[in-house]
């Protein structure tokens, strides 16, 4: 499936899906992939957005957002979204807090399809940085690493 937009970032070339009405799921793409102008007005604004983003991590974001997630989805990427910029959380302190296992609030972060907007690189294990995009090591480590350092979380 087409992305509405492709915006460089100093981490990575986001791919941006969105309908006319909703912002639904973004890509972390090579850095060699070639920026595409946004193609609607939505895609347009989380352009924005993400550019303020990378200009200052405590701008917010108000987007209106659209995807399917399970209940302990909703409920892990909910979680995720009122730890404050510069903070983290171990996967195991969000497992306890929702009442869940720190694997599957893991797996959770995984499927988020909207990383950034959804913080998930914000959770981390309590032996170091953990996982990103269920990746272990590589380029999915680096973004994270990136995207905590830009925070000031680590």
Known sequence: MPYQA???TPFAVLGIRCSDTALTEIVFLPLSTPAQLPSNALAAEVCRQLLRYVD???APF???LEFAAT???AKVWQALCAIPCGDTRTYGDLAKTLQSAAQ???QACGANPL???IPCHRVVSRAGLGGFMLHRDGDALDIKRWLLAH???I
């Open 6 to 8: 492709q915006l460089s």
């Open 56 to 58: 200052d991590p405590t």
């Open 62 to 64: 108000d987007l209106p």
């Open 71 to 73: 209940a302990h989805q």
């Open 104 to 106: 599957a609030v893991g």
């Open 115 to 117: 990383p950034i907007v």
């Open 151 to 153: 925070e000031r979380a």
